[in-house]
């Protein structure tokens, strides 16, 4: 476990406190840990609404974040914040992808699906390559968010709560986002599949 009980340092220069840390000083890592560590936990106890997991997440977060500065600095030292929140998120995120997957109750149109004799090779070739074709398109929308909920959405099938969470949208808003990301993935597949044919 990190230690985050020694005093800060006294007057904190995000650049001088990297340096320190690409340089091996424990000390530094102590400092960045106290200087962001409140902030983060708190973020994630809001998003996540159960302490013990974010308390889990806000660890790996410093374990990832001073992992990759000891090895290779940040092209700017100014958005250490961002990329501590940005690598807390992301393992947010991985976290519900992996309760997802380790979800094993039997789907009955799978099953179904599994076993049908009419489900031959070329209509799983049909599905498979538009599966394919609908990531393509989420990848190439413009913006972020909507990315982003279409992923957890489609892809990896979250449940409402767990989007939620992880994108800090309340039940209304995500209501809205996720209309508003599905008519943009709706046009620009009708877009595709004009070019196509």
Same mark, same amino acid.
């Given at each position: ?64 974040? $001073? &992992? ?6 940040? @092209? ?10 940005? &690598? ?11 309760? +997802?997957?380790?979800? &094993?109750? #039997?789907?009955? @149109? ?17 599905? +498979?390559?538009? #599966? ?8 190439? $929308? ?15 099938? $979250? ?9 800090? $949208?309340? &039940?209304?808003?995500? @209501?809205?986002?996720?209309?508003? #990301? ?16």
């Amino acid at each position: 476990m990190l230690n985050i009980s020694t005093p800060n340092l006294s007057d904190f220069d995000i650049e001088s406190v990297l340096n320190a840390i690409a340089a091996g000083e424990p000390t530094a890592e102590t400092a960045l840990v106290r200087q962001y560590s409140r902030g983060l936990l708190l973020m994630l106890t809001q998003r996540c609404g159960d302490v013990e997991l974010a308390s889990d997440i806000h660890q790996d977060t410093f374990m990832v974040v $001073l &992992t990759r500065l000891r090895k290779q600095p940040l @092209d700017n030292p100014k958005q250490v914040k961002a990329f501590i929140h940005t &690598t807390a998120i992301n393992l947010f995120i991985n976290h519900y992808r992996k309760e +997802k997957r380790r979800n &094993t109750w #039997a789907d009955g @149109d799978a099953i179904d699906t599994a076993v049908d004799p009419a489900q031959d090779q070329v209509t799983r070739l049909e599905k +498979k390559d538009t #599966a394919a074709m609908v990531h393509a398109v989420i990848n190439e $929308l413009p913006g972020e968010r909507d990315r982003e909920i279409l992923w957890l959405y489609f892809i990896d099938e $979250l449940e409402k709560p767990g989007i939620c969470a992880c994108l800090d $949208l309340s &039940t209304e808003h995500f @209501d809205r986002v996720l209309y508003r #990301a599905k008519q943009r993935l709706r046009q620009k597949l009708e877009f595709q599949l004009r070019d196509f044919r």
